[in-house]
């Protein structure tokens, strides 16, 4: 089973806060907000979608890079944290 199957309501919980942030900067702009406020609103979001992708490229990793169970051995614990670790970073 794909990991975003068993963690689908998960990840559509935080597409739905997404999307409300979305719907945030998209009534700051009619409402005429000012430009630190918009900024800060974007910002937000652009987090929360990085967020979004951080979770599903480790548990990609974790779940279909290395099947720990037919290949024990095959996976190295430090190598996948120091790939994630990056991804995290790049994706901050």
């Known amino acids: ?54 979770e599903v490229v480790e548990e990609h990793v974790r779940t279909h890079l290395v099947d720990v169970e037919r290949h024990p051995d095959a996976l190295n614990h430090e190598a996948v944290e120091q790939l994630l670790d990056v991804v995290r970073t790049y994706l901050k």
């Open 1 to 54: 089973m794909s990991h975003t199957i068993r963690d689908k309501q998960k990840l559509l919980a935080r597409v739905r806060r997404i999307r409300g942030q979305v719907e945030a900067v998209e009534r700051a702009l009619e409402h005429e907000a000012g430009c630190d406020e918009v900024m800060h609103l974007i910002a937000a979001t652009r987090g929360a979608i990085s967020g979004l992708m951080a």
